[in-house]
């Protein structure tokens, strides 16, 4: 049976000569103006990067290599006896366009699981930090450390040709996925006192590892929460901080590591990532200054408090999506399927019913819709994980499946570094000026 590797190195040398053929007969051809508001605006809309893992429609929601969410929870494979897609078929996905045999995908389960072992120093380093700063943060410093073995890192200096950069990148990748669940269960388990950290099963899928380093594997509803958690929080197309940051970073030839680190360091902000952790945060805020079973009316009115002390509804709103982010949807549909009577999702419920009216009403955000951030602490929370300042770091070995892939891609393609143009005010007014 063919490896993850083989199928990449089989599928690599046709994709070169696609990127060189549109290239040479389009290179020259635009792809779209570029508006001033889009240099103040955060380059909103400006198509601008090459991502081939997954594509975000405003309306309709992501799609990973072509697949909606719905899709992919039908076709990929599934852990024995299990219902939700293994994240392992989903990065196999990314990585090839191809969805994987169950025996492709068991495979690499089993890769990962021998490659999940953080050097001793790296645990060190953890177990030295002060419970008080950040899980993020944490997270962030030790995947920055494991550049100390990148065999990116390595072959470069040894003077591995271009064409070659893909291969130890790839191997990097894996490295990376593979450690990070050793990494974000050392940083739980030391933040908030939960005891030793258990060995990796070799037997087991990447998701009941991740789990079982939480202490949470013996809850099967819970393992496959985070089967399906780690599949939708994986990729969003290249445009969102974490991405972006990681391709860009990766782009100096940064290993894997570093560049995944900077995503981190995005993933780490309340308007990204962070959102999961406010939102439980103004939810508990909530119920402790109206109640629980509050009224509709109770809600709202703390709603607009929220706003008119200039500060955001955290989970609502998207710098692309313009509808209910799907990725909500099929967290939805989980709760309604194992927690339907859980006080905290009706509530995430009520607030559903309540908050897209009142941004509409208040007129500013273009999206009044929920986004991922909304659904994801509710359901963590109902099985014990309820340390809401560790939930982005869930997120984050999430998102390491979508940077990846296209760091791979990016390396296999020869992707040259980035460097859009800057230019300041005053060139700017001069040239809308005289145009
Ligand atoms: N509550 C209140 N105001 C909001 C809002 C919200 N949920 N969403 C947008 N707005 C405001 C913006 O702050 C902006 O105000 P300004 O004109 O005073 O600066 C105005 O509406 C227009 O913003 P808009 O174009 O709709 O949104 P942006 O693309 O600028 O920003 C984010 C998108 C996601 C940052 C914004 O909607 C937000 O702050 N949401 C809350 C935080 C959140 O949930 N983030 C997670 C997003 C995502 F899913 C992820 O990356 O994880």
Not at 253 to 276: E, I, Q, Y
Not at 312 to 327: C, F
């Amino acid at each position: 049976q063919q490896t993850l590797k083989e199928r990449l190195a089989e599928l690599i040398p046709a994709e070169i000569e696609n990127v060189k053929a549109v290239r040479a007969e389009h290179g020259k051809k635009s792809f779209g103006p570029v508006l001033v508001d889009q240099l103040y605006g955060g380059m909103r809309g400006l198509p601008a990067l090459i991502w081939d893992g997954s594509v975000l429609d405003p309306d309709e929601g992501i799609r990973f290599r072509g697949k909606t969410i719905p899709e992919i929870q039908d076709l990929l494979p599934k852990a024995p006896g299990g219902s939700e897609p293994l994240p392992e078929g989903l990065f196999w996905l990314l990585v090839t366009g191809e969805v994987p045999t169950q025996a492709q995908v068991e495979a690499l389960s089993k890769d990962w699981a021998a490659r999940a072992a953080i050097p001793e120093f790296v645990e060190e380093l953890l177990d030295r930090c002060p419970p008080t700063l950040h899980p993020m943060s944490q997270f962030s410093l030790a995947v920055t450390a494991l550049n100390h073995d990148s065999t990116f890192a390595k072959a470069y200096q040894q003077g591995v040709s271009k064409k070659e950069y893909w291969g130890p990148a790839f191997e990097d990748c894996m490295d990376l996925i593979a450690k990070l669940p050793n990494i974000a269960g050392r940083i739980y388990r030391n933040v908030y006192g939960q005891g030793k950290v258990p060995a990796i099963d070799p037997t087991k899928d990447y998701s009941w590892n991740m789990a079982n380093l939480l202490g949470f594997a013996e809850k099967n509803d819970f393992v496959e929460l985070l089967r399906l958690y780690i599949t939708i929080h994986s990729d969003h197309e290249g445009g969102n901080v974490s991405a972006h940051a990681g391709k860009l970073v990766g782009s100096a030839l940064s290993d894997p590591f570093l560049a995944f680190a900077a995503s981190l360091n995005g993933l780490a902000g309340p308007l990204h990532g962070l959102a999961n952790q406010e939102v439980l945060l103004w939810l508990r805020k909530m119920q402790s200054k109206i109640g629980e079973n509050a009224t509709d009316e109770a809600v709202k009115e703390y709603v607009w408090s929220t706003l008119k002390n200039g500060q955001v509804v955290p989970g609502y709103g998207h710098a692309v999506l313009r509808k209910t982010d799907p990725r909500y949807s099929a967290q939805r549909e989980f709760a309604l399927k194992h927690l339907p009577n859980d006080p905290l999702f009706k509530l995430v419920a009520q607030v559903f019913n309540i908050v897209p009216g009142i941004l509409l009403e208040a007129g500013k955000a273009k999206n009044p819709w929920p986004n991922v951030d909304a659904h994801s602490g509710v359901l963590l929370t109902h099985y014990g994980l309820d340390q809401m300042n560790f939930y982005t770091v869930l997120f984050g070995v999430s998102r390491a499946f979508g940077v990846a892939a296209q760091l791979i891609w990016d390396r296999a393609l020869g992707a040259r570094m980035s460097s859009p143009w800057s230019r300041s005010y005053l060139t700017l007014i001069y040239h809308v000026r005289s145009s």
